[in-house]
């Protein structure tokens, strides 16, 4: 399967889930436009990385996807530096946990905006250029979140559940236009943003990070293994193949057996 000549822009790809799916992508022939915070050598090297073992093109940009104003940009910045964008992953998501009483405001609005309306504003930027191209793969990284609930996880679980929706529309809309738009929730994937929650398990209840991966898998999910970003990487890819030209609109799974229970 080839994406030779695609581009692909992969929002939170400094990172986690987000670099794997770059790297896969990547690995498929499509040039690929990076974005996501820290350390700006650490995010070149990789930069560099990905261009140098697949051949293809690699650009960053660090727009701030929490300014609507900044993810219209980061669009418009892909198609003039790598000529078009051909496959859209919105994947750059933060987290907080605290009861809905103690959810601080600018939590909730921080969670909506960078995992829910960030998506909305990219989708809408992008779908133009695709339409007008009558080829795309719109893949929102959602969560098993997106599905279920779990307490203390407000602002999370209402983004997720919300793009799981936003993809169902967006997946109507564009039905016959070559366009195909789906969702991935993932379980747990060791990522920082869950090693943040693990770290801070581990000093509310005086145990050990370890202790609390345990924890933390037999909690949600039957099978006692995280899911890599290598795995949803790959699943990206098939969503972008030929093969997959008739899934849309669908949330799928790769958690563990989460969501079955
Ligand atoms: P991560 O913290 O490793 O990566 C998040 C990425 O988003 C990073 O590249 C970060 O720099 C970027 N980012 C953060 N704020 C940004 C902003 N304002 N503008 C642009 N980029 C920004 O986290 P991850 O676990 O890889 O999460 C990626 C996605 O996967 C998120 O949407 C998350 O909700 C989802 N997810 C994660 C898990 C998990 O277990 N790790 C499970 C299900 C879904």
């Excluded at 293809?56 to 701030?64: E, I, T």
């Excluded at 809905?100 to 998506?119: C, K, M, T, V």
């Excluded at 793969?137 to 799981?164: C, D, E, F, M, T």
Aim: hydrophobic fraction near 45%; glycine fraction near 10%; include cysteine.
């Amino acid at each position: 399967m080839t994406l030779e000549g695609k581009v692909a822009l992969v929002t939170g790809s400094t990172s986690g889930i987000g670099l794997g799916i770059a790297r896969s992508l990547a690995g498929a022939g499509a040039s690929i436009m990076m974005n996501g915070f820290g350390n700006a050598d650490d995010i070149e090297r990789v930069r560099a990385q990905l261009a140098e073992e697949h051949g293809g093109h690699v650009a960053f940009d660090d727009a701030d996807l929490s300014r609507r104003e900044e993810v219209n940009r980061l669009v418009v910045e892909t198609i003039d530096v790598l000529g078009s964008v051909d496959v859209l992953v919105n994947n750059a998501g933060i987290q907080f946990v605290a009861p809905i009483e103690e959810f601080p405001d600018d939590r909730w609005e921080a969670i909506i905006g960078l995992n829910l309306s960030a998506a909305f504003y990219s989708m809408k930027a992008a779908i133009p250029a695709m339409k007008a191209n009558g080829w795309g793969r719109i893949i929102n990284v959602a969560s098993a979140h997106g599905l279920v609930a779990s307490p203390n996880k407000i602002a999370y679980v209402a983004a997720k559940h919300g793009i799981v929706g936003a993809t169902k529309v967006a997946a109507l809309e564009l039905a016959d236009h070559g366009v195909t738009v789906n969702a991935i929730c993932p379980g747990w994937v060791l990522t920082p943003l869950v090693e943040g929650q693990l770290l801070d398990r581990a000093e509310q209840s005086g145990t050990t990070v370890e202790v609390e991966m345990e924890r933390l898998l037999a909690e949600k999910q039957p099978m006692s293994k995280f899911t890599t970003p290598e795995s949803i990487g790959a699943m990206a890819v098939f969503l972008c193949g030929d093969e997959a030209e008739t899934i849309t609109g669908a949330a799928i799974s790769i958690d563990g057996g989460w969501t079955a229970q």
